[in-house]
């Protein structure tokens, strides 16, 4: 191979990881506009109607009735089944604002977290881009994006699941007086997620030490 066409050859894969960069970093700026606008559309939405909705989990005395004869449902409210039977949703067709207000809260959290984690990152791969990962603001910047995922998805499920027990005393339905149970619940995705983004700070950390006593040596 001829030295020009190595050249063209190198020039061609630049240009290549350019634009996959690039690509990169607007599909980050878009899911970030798109997480922030949601962060507010959200409460303002469930603002706007009179009722709501929650996930529930069926008590185990109405697990044993039949779809078209479980107790304790109150008035204005009611159930949406999936296609095979199980009731996933309870909807209340009046709820008090504060309770719809919390209903948004914990989404609304989450998808604020996001959108300013998305900013974040479009500057860590911003500088990747740049050819310089091991700045010394990308450890700081991934730590934040951990802080900010962990914040955002263990504390939107904190809410949500606050949420989901208030709304359940607002409408009646709540266990010992309804078909559904008023219970806490936790994924740990987003522990893990954050984890991942406190590893990745550290070896980048690790990176920047390695090119200083690079450099040193040089």
Avoid at 53 to 77: C, F, R
């Amino acid at each position: 191979m001829s030295e020009k066409t190595r050249t063209r050859v190198a020039r061609a894969e630049m240009a290549a990881r350019s634009l996959v960069f690039d690509v990169m970093l607007g599909i980050i700026l878009l899911s970030s506009a798109f997480a922030g606008i949601a962060a507010v559309v959200e409460p303002v939405s469930q603002l706007r109607q009179a009722g709501g909705m929650t996930a529930i989990d069926l008590t185990e005395s109405a697990q044993d009735e039949a779809l078209d004869a479980i107790t304790g449902v109150p008035d204005g409210v009611w159930l949406q089944f999936t296609e095979n039977g199980n009731p996933i949703e309870m909807h209340a067709d009046a709820l008090d604002w504060p309770v719809r207000l919390l209903s948004g809260l914990g989404s609304s959290l989450l998808f604020g977290c996001l959108a300013a984690a998305g900013v974040l990152f479009y500057r860590v791969v911003r500088e990747m881009r740049a050819g310089s990962p091991f700045v010394p603001g990308n450890p700081r910047r991934l730590r934040f994006i951990g802080l900010l995922l962990l914040f955002g998805g263990v504390g939107g499920q904190i809410i949500e699941s606050l949420a989901k027990i208030r709304f359940l005393e607002a409408t009646g339905a709540a266990n010992g007086t309804g078909p559904a149970l008023s219970s806490f619940t936790l994924n740990l995705g987003w522990v893990f997620a954050a984890a991942i983004c406190f590893i990745l700070a550290e070896a980048f950390a690790r990176g920047r030490d390695l090119s200083e006593d690079v450099e040193g040596l040089v």
